[in-house]
């Protein structure tokens, strides 16, 4: 009996993962600096250049290889495991949730959201300023 392997498809884990983030394609594209359109080519690409590939994992938080070696069967298993635990004993959700490691910093995404909001306030201040000006 043979398995058939999966190809690698970067583009399919892009989309998933921004879809899982929550993030639409316009999003994506505005922080890329590209059209919506260009997005979706990307999303359809088996393979992507690793400085895009690092850009687009940064923009959506993750790590190039947290994009390469995603699976989503394995994002499934580990919110079953940690949240839908239907037995009374609590100790199995408290390790399933020690047990997962993030593979980010979360006090960086903290500082980075921070950074984020200071500049798009500092962004509407100085619009404000040039509207009072005129």
Avoid: C, W
């Avoid at 994992?57 to 699976?71: D, P, Q, W, Y």
């Avoid at 839908?84 to 910093?105: C, E, G, H, K, R």
């Amino acid at each position: 009996m043979e398995t058939a392997t999966k190809p690698n498809h970067i583009g399919r884990k892009i989309s998933r993962i921004r879809e899982l983030r929550g993030m639409k394609q316009e999003t994506l594209a505005e922080e890329l600096g590209i059209s919506q359109q260009s997005v979706s080519h990307l999303e359809q690409s088996e393979k992507i250049e690793d400085d895009k590939l690092e850009q687009i994992a940064k923009i959506l938080g993750v790590t190039k290889e947290g994009i390469e070696n995603f699976s989503e069967e394995a994002v499934f298993n580990i919110i079953n495991n940690t949240y839908n635990n239907n037995s009374s004993d609590s100790s199995t959700l408290i390790a399933s949730s020690v047990n997962y490691q993030p593979n980010f910093n979360t006090v960086e995404k903290i500082v980075d959201l921070y950074e984020r909001l200071l500049k798009a306030e500092q962004d509407k201040i100085a619009y404000l300023e040039k509207l009072l000006n005129k």
